[in-house]
């Protein structure tokens, strides 16, 4: 999609669509109240009669309005004015304003929200989220269906602006938001393919394909010889029970000084997580093909930021396998040695996200980092914890922390801070070997981040468990490409 700020008055604009904003039991106001006076109080008689409604995100369209050269109007409510507009409401009303110009013919819309305030953010974030969210609203996944997709019509949205200050730092917010909302769509398509579509293999095309024509970018993915000379032996004791080889990919992008520590971005890639011999059971087994959300999330980040040609260092580790039963699975009660050298007694191999991703943050070593973040959709214990709102966060370092927190909150991608305390390590205690692989039934999603931290103590390391956010469930089942949002607003706060 195309975005563009104008400052030309928005009721002379030739438009297919007019989106402009309307209160609760207010009085109309900006724009809206020009509109309504143009065509002889109309909106101000539908709002009476109860017809329009202003609570937050409700939408009415209207045609034929005199006064403004529109095709038609969409009225967008943000509930009470005399009320903060929050963050997270504005959002919601963003987003039914999509669904409700997506619903129309319309192949262009202009958006008028220059007078609406927002507690806590600014012009440029709320051009940010709108192009975000629309960009977003035009996502379909439908290469898998023979019958062609219903096209969508909207192609440009103009972003309304009274003052000609604001058009370079509008423009380069609705630059970033829409690049966000590509990046997300690269994540959700990876989740929404299927395990036999996309394997480690396909994972590693995907980053080699991205890096093709892209000078700052290049990628490399490890084959199993290559691993097995790396001593990563708990990587490859996830994928010995598949045919399809694992792979460690590497997508280097290098936007900053030559000289700058990257930031690493670890995926947890488990294109299809069966359990293996601790095998699941099958009720809802299909949804472990988003096993490699955290892996697509880090793919979409990286997409996302070479669309914004960001100044800065990053590198993406995926760690991709598929995790299945067979006569060469791994067996609970195995013990493995680790590329850190620790050895590990895998008591449960359905615990397999910890272990590629062990040798893959080991790996993230030798890229001396300035901090490392690692993504997976690590425990089911963490969407009991925190439902499907929040992702889980641990870091051995409260500054890091406390900027992906902050990250969440300005991208409408929360997680939420949990405890890394020593008293949960012991949980982890092996009679065979120097760790045990699970720890125990309670504070899963916790002693899986202890397992991690065994591993990290060479950098600053934050880790979020996204099995509670990375996918929807029921009826609107597929990839919701978070925390694309979070991680490419974290790298934007450090780009400048
Ligand atoms: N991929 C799962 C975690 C998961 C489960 C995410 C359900 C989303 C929904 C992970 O590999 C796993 O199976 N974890 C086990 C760990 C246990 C064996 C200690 C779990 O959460 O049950
Ligand atoms: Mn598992
Ligand atoms: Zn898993």
Not at 232 to 239: A, D, I, N, P, T
Not at 264 to 279: M, Q
Not at 326 to 341: E, H, L, N, Q
Request: net charge positive; proline share 3%.
């Amino acid at each position: 999609m195309e975005f563009q700020a104008k400052t030309s008055s928005p009721l002379t604009q030739r438009t297919a669509c007019l989106v402009l904003p309307i209160y609760d039991n207010s009085k109309l106001s900006g724009v809206t109240a020009e509109l309504n006076d143009a065509c002889d109080g109309m909106i101000a008689k539908l709002v009476k009669q109860g017809d329009i409604k202003g609570s937050v995100g409700a939408t009415r369209t209207l045609h034929g309005l005199t006064g403004c050269k529109a095709d038609r109007v969409i009225l967008l409510g943000l509930g009470k004015q005399n009320e903060a507009l929050t963050a997270e409401k504005f959002d919601k009303a963003i987003k039914k304003a999509a669904a409700a110009i997506k619903a129309t013919p319309a192949k262009d819309a202009t958006v008028c929200l220059d007078d609406v305030t927002v507690a806590d953010r600014d012009d440029a974030w709320k051009a940010h989220q709108t192009a975000k969210h629309f960009t977003d609203a035009t996502y379909q996944f439908t290469q898998l269906k023979s019958k062609k997709a219903p096209v969508i019509n909207l192609k440009k949205l103009h972003y309304a602006i009274a003052d000609k200050k604001l058009q370079k730092a509008v423009s380069a917010a609705l630059t970033r938001g829409n690049a966000t909302a590509i990046g997300m769509a690269l994540c959700k398509d990876l989740g929404n393919l299927p395990g036999n579509v996309c394997t480690p293999t396909y994972l590693a095309d995907e980053a080699k394909k991205m890096a093709r024509g892209n000078t700052k970018l290049t990628a490399k993915a490890l084959n199993e010889k290559q691993m097995r000379d790396l001593k990563m032996g708990s990587l490859l004791s996830v994928s010995a029970g598949s045919e399809q080889e694992a792979r460690l990919i590497v997508l280097d992008y290098k936007g900053g000084k030559k000289s700058d520590k990257p930031i690493v971005l670890v995926g947890k890639g488990i294109t299809f997580d069966t359990g293996g011999i601790s095998l699941k059971p099958g009720a809802g087994m299909d949804e472990m093909k988003f096993d490699m959300c955290g892996a697509a999330s880090v793919l979409g980040t990286m997409k996302a930021i070479t669309e914004m040609n960001l100044p800065l260092n990053v590198v993406a580790v995926v760690a991709a396998a598929e995790n299945m039963p067979g006569s060469r699975a791994t067996k609970p009660g195995d013990i493995v040695t680790s590329m850190s050298g620790q050895t590990i007694e895998i008591l449960n191999t359905d615990a397999e996200g910890r272990l590629v991703l062990c040798d893959a943050l080991t790996y993230a070593e030798r890229f001396k980092p300035k901090a490392v973040v690692d993504v997976a959709t690590l425990t089911g214990a963490c969407v009991v914890a925190l439902g499907k709102h929040a992702s889980g966060l641990y870091s051995n370092n409260d500054d890091l922390a406390e900027q992906l927190l902050q990250a969440g909150q300005r991208a409408g991608d929360k997680a939420w801070h949990m405890p890394l305390w020593d008293e949960y390590q012991q949980q982890l205690d092996s009679n065979f070997a120097d760790i045990a692989n699970i720890g125990g039934p309670g504070g899963g999603s916790i002693t899986a981040a202890c397992f991690l931290s065994r591993f990290t103590k060479a950098y600053d390391w934050a880790h979020l468990d996204i099995a509670g956010t990375a996918w929807n469930s029921g009826a609107a089942k597929g990839a919701t490409g978070r925390p694309v949002s979070l991680l490419v607003e974290f790298l934007q706060q450090h780009a400048s």
